[in-house]
Nanobody, 112 residues
Framework: QVQLVESGGGLVQPGGSLTLSCTAS????????MGWYRQVPGKMREVVAR???????IYVESVKGRFTISRDNAKSTVYLQMNSLRVEDTAVYLC??????WGRGTQVTVST
């Protein structure tokens, strides 16, 4: 049974930082491209960042220079370091393996 479990969300002020984690089980983690998406009610799910099985990152334009995706294959975990957070980054952040398996998400709220 495949499981992706996200953690690290929360409430942060604009300009602040958060680090999300997603730990996978039931897959050969090192073989998979991992990704982070985000979803706001009433809007389509949006890709935020991906990292290939060789460690190459890809970012959506709106987070370039602010977010960093990384992975630790020994821990079957992918991270999303988020800096300089903006109100518009508020969303549920979901972890995915190959855009096929999905976690349940973790809420990130950026607000004063």
């Amino acid at each position: 049974q495949v499981q992706l479990v996200e953690s690290g969300g929360g409430l942060v002020q604009p300009g602040g930082s958060l680090t999300l984690s997603c730990t996978a089980s039931g897959i050969v983690f090192s073989f998979n491209t991992m990704g982070w998406y985000r979803q706001v009610p009433g809007k389509m799910r949006e890709v935020v960042a991906r990292i290939t099985n060789t460690g190459d990152p890809i970012y959506v334009e709106s987070v370039k220079g602010r977010f960093t995706i990384s992975r630790d294959n020994a821990k079957s975990t992918v991270y999303l370091q988020m800096n300089s957070l903006r109100v518009e980054d508020t969303a549920v952040y979901l972890c995915t393996a190959e855009d096929y398996y999905w976690g349940r998400g973790t809420q990130v709220t950026v607000s004063t």
